[in-house]
């Protein structure tokens, strides 16, 4: 019996065993199976998000290429509206029509690019746009949306109404022609204002240089006060009314007095040097534009960093009041210094390398030099329109001298042209602004009180300084001189660059579209008005720069040999720079041997050029600011072995025959000495500073 028990048991487990083992089998199988299928389907999905990833990919490449093609489209307009514009001041200028200056016509064209833009072309909806809506406690810069795993970063262009969500696609286009405002500081302003100070002319603007200083900054900010007070009245007279959208304080108001201050009389300058209207007048025009272009700038910049302690940063604080006048004063003068840096900088380079022997390099050097002024004074937290106007005076004062022929020709005509379209360009884009901003807030209160305000606060830095001036000036300025002054007080480039910086907050964005209606009313009236307004006010045209310029500004004055108001500073600094500054930073001017004490001699040698010593005994027509330091006795002056004498009837004599000596009515020109009278206008020679 045990037997068939032992063997019973034993084919029980052997058939156990194959069971398990067929189990195994058909797990293993099933596994497999259930592996393949996964791989297949992993394998399918992966064919997928290739084949969408591939999908995605040629559709970005279709948006790229559909935005290079508009932004070429968007810059062609710009190149189409200044080729326009060139070709209508040519018609203009071949019939003498003064009436309206290429300015005011690159503003209408613009304007008309504009309505087209904004009604006449519209973008088909792209139907892939999204709308999504979340609860964010701010507005973020950026984003980063997740989809399908993948991350991608969009960036914030700006805030839309409710009812221009369907028009996202038109708002898109208008944007695309709206540019970035850093545009117009770091590219079109520096060649604008750099040109205003290498082309100025520096005898009429010395002559004048104390009245141009009081009306620049004395006068930029008077006006700046007196528009910012009137303005917050009519803010206030609004806020009453139940007519202001949005918070408006007194910074905001100085702010755009300061802004509205800046005067840009490009269109009266051209016609002043085309009739060739009294060169005094035309200097003092000129010179207060230039600068108080720079001085509203910091005065601005001053504005906004205005804070006074505690909650409310609009209160009225003595020790912040007085922190932003150390700020204007340490930005102004930080930027005048880096200025001048720059131009020495250059000047040394150049007198003191072979660069002459490289046009094409010595004109990109200077080219590079004097536009990283204004992106270094920027970077240093100054003001670039400040040191870069700066240098442009530096350089034609001096690294004018040391340059070829060739590079002074190329430098005079580069900046002269890029000064001529980024102009055009600026009011071009004044007019499109118009109707592609997609911000504006125009207030018909706030509007109406800004003209009277800008014409109050241009009255009271003109009628007010021009009476305190007349009372130390020896050449009076006339009334009908002032009234063409107050008259001449365009807006322009300056200010429309400075509001549209900013045109983040309400307040911002009324300035901003008030702003054109200014700069549009004063290109268009008071520049179209010119030819009439000297007409009405008498005032004689055909007057040559170059002709004996005795002539005095006050009315019934006779001639006189010496015109000019040398202040006893200036005398003081033009020995300076004739002596020292000069020679070392020019080939022209006496050699340092002949001023410096011996002592110095060696200093003198190693400072000195070899082309300076060459020149020492030739006959050259150096341009100088040496007319500005004489006085009404007689003249006497040593250079070398020549000796040259005057008296104030205008006998002269020279013991040097072989010296040009031309002694005429009042008129003394000498050639081979430091001083030429009366002195040629053409360092460098441009033509109109702003034309």
């Excluded at 117009?184 to 302003?189: A, D, Q, T, V």
């Excluded at 720059?342 to 380079?349: D, H, I, M, R, Y």
């Excluded at 001023?595 to 190693?606: D, F, G, I, V």
Aim: hydrophobic residues 45%; glycine residues 6%; aromatic residues 12%.
């Amino acid at each position: 019996m045990a037997p068939k028990w032992t063997v019973g048991r034993g084919r029980s487990g052997a058939t156990t065993t194959r069971w398990l083992l067929v189990l195994v089998c058909v797990c293993v199988c099933a596994c497999g199976c259930v592996c393949r299928a996964s791989s297949q389907t992993q394998h399918q999905h992966q064919e997928e998000e290739e084949e969408d990833s591939a999908n995605e990919n040629i559709v970005t490449e279709k948006k790229a290429e559909e935005s290079h093609r508009q932004d070429s489209a968007d810059l062609l307009i710009f190149i189409m509206l200044l080729t326009l514009t060139i070709l209508t001041i040519w018609l203009f200028k071949h019939r003498r029509f003064r009436f309206l200056h290429e300015t005011g016509l690159a503003m209408i064209y613009g304007l008309l690019m504009g309505v087209v833009l904004r009604y006449g072309i519209h973008v088909p909806r792209d139907i892939s746009n999204a709308t999504l809506s979340c609860h964010l406690n701010a507005t973020p810069a950026t984003l980063l949306i997740n989809s399908k795993g993948k991350f991608y970063e969009y960036t914030l262009k700006g805030e839309i109404g409710a009812n221009e969500v369907n028009d996202v696609q038109d708002n898109e286009m208008l944007r695309k022609v709206t540019f970035d405002p850093e545009v117009f500081f770091n590219i079109l302003l520096p060649p604008i204002i750099f040109h205003a100070g290498y082309s100025l002319k520096r005898r009429h603007f010395f002559r004048n240089m104390g009245s141009i200083l009081a009306y620049a900054f004395l006068g930029t900010v008077i006006s700046c006060f007196v528009i910012g007070l009137l303005m917050y009245g009519c803010v206030m007279l609004m806020k009453k009314m139940g007519q202001l959208g949005g918070d408006f304080f007194f910074t905001d108001c100085l702010f755009f007095g300061a802004i509205v201050s800046a005067t840009d009389p490009v269109t009266v300058l051209a016609i002043f040097n085309e009739l060739q209207v009294d060169v005094d007048l035309y200097a003092l025009l000129f010179g207060e534009s230039v600068l108080n272009d720079a001085v509203a700038l910091v005065l601005s910049s001053s504005i906004v960093a205005y804070q006074p302690e505690g909650d409310n940063s609009h209160t009225f604080e003595v020790m912040a009041l007085l922190k932003s006048f150390g700020m204007f004063l340490g930005i102004f003068s930080g930027s005048f210094a880096l200025g001048v840096a720059t131009g020495v900088v250059t000047a040394l380079v150049t007198k003191f390398t072979k660069l002459r022997d490289f046009q094409l390099l010595e004109t990109a050097l200077f080219f590079l030099m004097s536009w990283s002024t204004f992106l270094l004074a920027e970077a240093c937290g100054f003001t670039g329109v400040v040191a870069v106007l700066f240098c442009g005076i530096t350089q034609a004062h001096y690294t004018f001298n040391n340059l070829s022929p060739e590079s002074q020709d190329r430098t005079k005509q580069l900046f002269e042209l890029l000064n001529f379209l980024a102009e055009n360009f600026i009011f071009s884009y004044m007019g499109l602004t118009l109707f592609t901003f997609q911000s504006h807030v125009f207030n018909p209160m706030f509007i109406v009180g800004a003209f009277v305000a800008v014409f109050l606060g241009r009255a009271a830095n003109i009628y007010p300084l021009s009476f305190l001036l007349n009372l130390g000036r020896r050449n009076k300025i006339r009334s009908n001189f002032q009234h063409m002054m107050m008259f001449a007080g365009l807006r322009g480039a300056m200010t429309f660059a400075l509001s549209i910086r900013d045109t983040a907050t309400y307040a911002r964005q009324m300035m901003f579209s008030t702003t054109l209606l200014v700069v549009f009313f004063t290109v268009w009236f008071c520049g179209g008005g010119t030819t009439q307004m000297l007409s009405c006010q008498r005032i004689r045209v055909g007057v040559d720069s170059d002709q004996d310029n005795s002539v005095s500004i006050g009315e019934g004055s006779e001639r006189r040999t010496t015109k000019h108001e040398s202040a006893w500073l200036f005398r003081l600094w033009y020995n300076f720079d004739h002596n020292y500054l000069k020679p070392i930073l020019t080939h022209s001017g006496p050699p340092l041997t002949a001023t410096l004490p011996p002592c110095c001699a060696p200093l003198a040698r190693l400072l000195t050029s070899p082309q300076a010593l060459e020149n020492e005994c030739q006959i050259k027509d150096d341009d100088d600011d040496s007319d500005l330091i004489l006085t009404d006795g007689d003249i006497n002056l040593n250079y070398g072995d020549v000796a040259v004498s005057t008296d104030a009837t205008g006998a002269c004599s020279q013991d040097d025959p072989d010296r040009e000596l031309a002694c005429g009515d009042q008129e003394l020109v000498m050639r081979g000495t430091r001083l030429v009278l009366p002195m040629d206008d053409s360092e460098p020679p441009f033509t109109d500073p702003r034309f």
